[in-house]
């Protein structure tokens, strides 16, 4: 049973608006969120995080929300550019640096 | 340049003919795993070493194998491979005390 989810399978934005991509997550250990980004043909790569101690954590234009008592985390992308066209992975650790991943979502960014 | 590497990049084999994936990464990384993705399933862990010689099974582990002889090696063994192992697989590492792990650039096994 999958312990992350990312009921969006895709989502598709206007250059220079903003992509709110949603993560669920069910198991309550869950202390350190992370997102990776993934282009065809390559490995993920590491976007951004944040601890459970935070609510929030900015990187430029990638921005993470945490609510805890939801189980839920978002990562906001403004402004979205082309290149910013990618598949998004959730994925959380309860300390033991093991990664649960959710099934990712594609983000297509319109001209 | 700071990478993991995968070899090779695309395979297809027939059921039952062993095979092996290295994975290798230059960054003296102690912890490494092994991934498959699946459509709709996300990356899921196969295997991971926390150092050398020191191997676990993650959430999918049947019909695979690894070892860790060596802290930059960690390669992924096919036994008796089957048409369900057919996926996308990745190899990742990362340092002592990191969340964040670095993956290679994948691998496409088919087994038909």
């Known amino acids: 049973d999958q312990q992350v989810k990312q009921n969006s399978p895709s989502l598709s934005v206007q250059e220079g608006r903003i992509s709110i991509l949603n993560c669920d997550y069910t198991?309550?250990?869950?202390?350190?969120f992370l997102w990776y980004k993934k282009y065809p043909a390559e490995g993920p790569t590491f976007l951004i995080s944040i601890s459970s101690i935070k609510d929030k954590n900015e990187d430029g234009r990638f921005t993470v929300f945490l609510n805890k008592s939801a189980k839920h985390l978002s990562l906001h992308i403004v402004p979205s550019q082309p290149g910013d066209s990618a598949v998004y992975f959730c994925?959380?650790?309860?300390?033991?640096?093991?990664?649960?991943f959710g099934a990712g979502t594609t983000v297509t960014v319109r001209a | 340049e700071a990478q993991v590497t995968q070899n090779p990049r695309y395979l297809i084999t027939v059921t039952g003919k062993k095979l092996t994936v290295t994975c290798s990464q230059n960054?003296?990384?102690?912890?490494m795993s092994w991934y498959r993705q699946d459509p709709g399933l996300g990356l899921r862990q196969i295997y991971y070493?926390?150092?050398?010689?020191?191997?676990d099974k993650g959430d999918v582990p049947e019909g695979y194998k690894v070892s860790r002889k060596e802290k930059r090696n960690f390669p992924l063994i096919l036994e008796s491979p089957s048409p369900n192992q057919t996926s996308l697989y990745f190899c990742?590492?990362?340092?002592?005390?990191?969340?964040?792990?670095?993956f290679g650039p994948g691998t496409r096994l088919t087994v038909t």
């Open positions: 198991n309550s250990m869950f202390d350190y």
């Open positions: 070493s926390m150092n050398v010689e020191v191997t």
């Open positions: 990742a590492s990362s340092p002592p005390g990191a969340y964040e792990q670095y």
């Open positions: 994925a959380a650790s309860a300390s033991d640096y093991k990664l649960s």
């Open positions: 960054m003296n990384h102690e912890y």
